[in-house]
């Protein structure tokens, strides 16, 4: 048995001051693990943390060394006004155009600037998730889709878990969650904890 | 006589015509396009200072050029959000301008890099441009696909463990020493000229990047050789006529 993508053992991470619970979990490659719980527990620092932009207050956080990363965050790419097509967005991080809905297919050469909110966020979201890599780290991936859109974005984490991808997201939409994850981790707020 | 002449200064400037938009479309690219008249200013204080203190222009006006581009990394903090480039176009204007008005041997070079003549240009200069703009242009691309990866997935950059700062420097550099032979060359709005407006219209109306480079190359090189018939015909400073011939293409493309 390989060793785990990601072993975390009381990890508290956080910016200027601690921001989560102490957290224990641990990913193997082929599962997805979601994050979720009420806004402010540190879903997205834990995100961080494990990209390496937040700080481990305490406890211990192993990553497989040589592991591979792609994050997408909340964030929307700041294209407006940038003559950047959607297939050139997607060469940027050696993305495969294979399996993208048939309503983004034949928009991949429109500039990203003149595509709907959706289609745009679909596209920067398919570019993080289909990049060669072994952990793919989600930030709330649901937001702005439809339910179509949704209903793909299952299919195709399922898909990227099956061929080896550890996978964690973030997100509040609990059935996503539920239909997707391997591992659900509930946050809890610090004051609770202590 | 003619080649003397006209087919020197012309080739140079053809040659910064080719890299300029390009350069231009990633300083546009990095919300950077004021840097382009801050390393102008800049240089063309460095040759001034350069040619008081007995050495050659084109040499002081590239090293003040690189100095700052690699400098300003230092005052990063302090001079956030372009900044830097404000304060290195004040500073490079105010030392040119003094040393043009008490230095003569510095007030005819000092008019002819803000008047913008091309015709001085000679076979050394050419000499010195022709490998630099193809150097400046290789390295833009091989720079290219880190720079829009740090500008359009900053966080993959650094997930990635991509290194910002070579990236970051080796644009600086490029950026800053391309503008110092610019500048000496066709003078300083007729450098700003060539790297702003061929980006400008790319950015508007390409469909995307790799389009946008060939559009604000192809408007670049139209330009230049269009200003550059126009101001031999008519017997005018090359650096305004560049600059309006742009404007106009602008006006009407963008």
């Known amino acids: 048995m390989s060793a785990p993508l990601i072993r975390a053992q009381g990890l508290v991470a956080g910016w200027q001051r601690p921001a989560t619970a102490p957290l224990d979990f641990m990913l193997e490659a082929g599962r997805i693990l979601g994050l979720t719980g009420a806004n402010g527990v540190g879903k997205t620092t834990v995100l961080s943390a494990l990209a390496g932009s937040a700080r481990v207050f305490s406890g211990a956080l192993e990553m497989r060394p040589g592991l591979r990363l792609a994050l997408q965050t ?34 991949l050469d429109h500039r990203l600037d003149r595509l709907s909110g959706g289609q745009r966020h679909y596209l920067t979201l398919w570019t993080i998730l289909q990049a060669p890599a072994d952990l793919v780290l989600l930030d709330e991936p649901t937001n702005n889709l439809d339910a179509a859109g949704v209903a793909h974005l299952a299919t195709v984490l399922r898909k990227r878990a099956e061929s080896g991808c550890g996978v964690v997201l973030v997100s509040h939409d609990h059935d996503f969650v539920d239909q997707v994850c391997d591992q659900v981790m509930v946050l809890q707020e610090v004051a609770d904890v202590v | 006589m003619w080649s003397e002449l006209f087919l020197l200064p012309f080739l140079t400037g053809l040659c910064l015509a080719l890299v300029l938009p390009v350069l231009g479309c990633f300083l546009r690219l990095r919300d950077e396009w004021l840097a382009a008249l801050a390393y102008a200013h800049v240089a063309a204080a460095g040759a001034l200072l350069a040619l008081v ?11 003040a050029a690189a100095l700052a581009g690699a400098g300003k990394r230092l005052f990063a903090r302090r001079l ?64 290219s696909r880190h720079l829009l990866l740090a500008r359009v997935y900053p966080d993959y950059f650094r997930a990635r463990h991509l290194r910002a700062w070579p990236v970051v420097l080796g644009f600086d550099l490029i950026a800053a020493l391309t503008l110092a032979l610019a500048t000496m060359t066709m003078g300083v709005m007729g450098g700003f000229a060539l790297i702003f407006v061929p980006a400008w219209i790319a950015f508007r109306r390409a469909a995307g990047w790799r389009r946008g480079l060939l559009l604000a190359v192809a408007t670049g090189v139209v330009g230049y050789v269009a200003a550059f018939a126009l101001a031999l015909w008519l017997d005018q400073p090359f650096g305004p006529v560049l600059a309006l011939l742009l404007i106009a293409l602008g006006l009407v493309i963008a």
């Open chain 1, 74 to 107: 909340q964030g929307v790419p700041p294209v407006d006004g940038v003559p950047l097509s959607g297939r050139e967005l997607l060469a940027l991080t050696a993305a495969s155009p294979d399996g993208l809905p048939p309503w983004l297919v034949g928009r």
């Open chain 2, 53 to 63: 203190g007995g050495l050659m222009p084109a040499l002081g006006g590239m090293a």
């Open chain 2, 80 to 143: 956030a959000g372009g900044a830097a480039f404000a304060v290195l176009l004040l500073a490079g204007w105010a030392v040119a301008v003094l040393l043009a008005a008490n230095q003569p041997l510095a007030e005819r070079l000092g008019h002819a890099l803000f008047d913008g003549q091309l015709y001085f240009s000679g076979g050394a200069q050419l000499a010195l441009v022709a490998p630099w703009t193809a150097f400046a242009g290789a390295v833009l691309l091989v720079l």
